[in-house]
T-cell receptor, first 112, second 114 residues
Framework: NAGVTQTPKFQVLKTGQSMTLQCAQD?????MSWYRQDPGMGLRLIHY???????DQGEVPNGYNVSRSTTEDFPLRLLSAAPSQTSVYFC???????????FGPGTRLTVL | AQSVTQLDSQVPVFEEAPVELRCNYS??????LFWYVQYPNQGLQLLLK??????LVKGINGFEAEFNKSQTSFHLRKPSVHISDTAEYFC????????????FGGGTRLMVKP
C-alpha cells in the first residue's frame, strides 16, 4: 500500500492563479480531509469528506473547493490564490473503525 | 466546540533527560485523544492514542501519555530522550459524535541537545 499520496510536493503561484492539489489513498478509507499547517497554529481543517459524493466545510474553508467523486481521490482546488494561502497542506484519510488518521507527506505552497 | 492547548511552544532538553509535553483540551462530550509527531519536512505520524480503558497509554519510540479526565489533560512523557526525538509534537482531540474530526493544538517543538 502506498498509503496517502499528495502531489505536487512544492508549488509556487502568483496571486490570482488557480491550481489543484491532488490527494489519493489506497486504503479504502471512507473519511478524507484537508488541513493547512501554519507556524504556531497547528493543523486547521479546511474541508472533509465522509464518503464519495459527500463533503463539508471545516474551520477555514474560504478560498478552497473540494469534491469527492471516488473513494480514492480528494482534490483541493484554489480558485484564485492569495498570499494568505501560503502554507503547508496535508491530506489525511481514516476509517471510523480505527480512529487513526493517516497523513500524506504534504504540499508546500507559496503564493507571491 | 472542542479546543486543544499545548502550553509550551518549545521545549529544550538535554539528551537522556526526561521530558513532558503538556496538552489540555476542552470538550463537552466524550473524546478521543492523540499525539502525533512530525519530523522535519515530513508528514505527521501517530505516536499514541487514547480511545477508552486504561488512562495510561504507551506508544512508539518509548513515549507514553496519561489521560486525566478531571484535569482535561493528556500530557506526553518520555523518561530518557534521544537526539532523534527532535521534532514537533501535536496533541489532537476528536469527539466521538463528530465523525472523528480532529482538532489540533499549536504544536510543541522538542529540541534535544547533546
Amino acid at each position: 500500500n502506498a498509503g496517502v499520496t499528495q502531489t505536487p510536493k512544492f508549488q509556487v503561484l502568483k496571486t490570482g492563479q488557480s491550481m489543484t492539489l491532488q490527494c489519493a489513498q489506497d486504503m479504502n478509507h471512507e473519511y478524507m480531509s484537508w488541513y493547512r499547517q501554519d507556524p504556531g497554529m497547528g493543523l486547521r481543517l479546511i474541508h472533509y469528506s465522509v464518503g464519495a459524493g459527500i463533503t463539508d466545510q471545516g474551520e477555514v474553508p474560504n478560498g478552497y473547493n473540494v469534491s469527492r467523486s471516488t473513494t480514492e481521490d480528494f482534490p483541493l482546488r484554489l480558485l484564485s490564490a492569495a498570499p494568505s494561502q501560503t502554507s503547508v497542506y496535508f491530506c489525511a484519510s481514516w476509517t471510523g473503525a480505527r480512529n487513526e488518521q493517516f497523513f500524506g507527506p504534504g504540499t508546500r505552497l507559496t503564493v507571491l | 466546540a472542542q479546543s486543544v492547548t499545548q502550553l509550551d511552544s518549545q521545549v529544550p532538553v538535554f539528551e537522556e533527560a526526561p521530558v513532558e509535553l503538556r496538552c489540555n483540551y476542552s470538550s463537552s462530550v466524550s473524546v478521543y485523544l492523540f499525539w502525533y509527531v512530525q519530523y522535519p519536512n515530513q508528514g505527521l505520524q501517530l505516536l499514541l492514542k487514547y480511545l477508552s480503558g486504561s488512562t495510561l497509554v504507551k506508544g512508539i519510540n518509548g513515549f507514553e501519555a496519561e489521560f486525566n479526565k478531571s484535569q482535561t489533560s493528556f500530557h506526553l512523557r518520555k523518561p530518557s530522550v534521544h537526539i532523534s526525538d527532535t521534532a514537533e509534537y501535536f496533541c489532537a482531540v476528536g469527539e466521538n459524535n463528530a465523525g472523528n474530526m480532529l482538532t489540533f493544538g499549536g504544536g510543541t517543538r522538542l529540541m534535544v541537545k547533546p
